[in-house]
């Protein structure tokens, strides 16, 4: 299974933009699917999951600002960041597990969101 994230980019403190995460290989062994964003001189954190049923969680930061999706038809997850902040300036990655734990067994190659004040 290899994963493509895209649709990082600059934008203002306000503004919005739409991650994708293209899955290709063996699609058949994703199960759920996630977003992680790494700020600089920090971890690696879980910013929201989705399952194969479509039950999504986030952490607090997000909540209400962030949407994630899955399109199974196109093998594609999406992150939908609205309202963005400063503080959401980060690498953000997309991950994938194939055993239905959370534990991604799967990783895109990140792609970096930069939002300024």
């Not at 299974?1 to 933009?17: C, I």
């Not at 759920?32 to 986030?58: C, F, H």
């Not at 952490?59 to 939908?80: C, E, H, M, P, W």
């Amino acid at each position: 299974v290899q994963l493509q994230a895209s649709g990082g980019g600059l934008v203002q403190a306000g503004g919005s933009l739409r991650l994708s995460c293209a899955a290709s290989g063996t699609i058949t062994s994703i199960k759920n699917m996630s977003w992680y964003r790494q700020a600089p001189g920090k971890q690696r954190d879980l910013v929201a999951t989705i399952s194969t049923g479509g039950e999504t969680t986030y952490i607090n930061s997000v909540k209400g600002r962030f949407t994630i999706s899955r399109d199974s038809a196109k093998n594609t997850g999406y992150l939908q960041m609205n309202s963005l902040k400063p503080e959401d300036t980060a690498v953000y990655y997309c991950a994938a597990d194939g055993n239905s734990d959370y534990v991604p067994d799967y990783w895109g190659q990140g792609t970096q969101v930069t939002v300024s004040s």
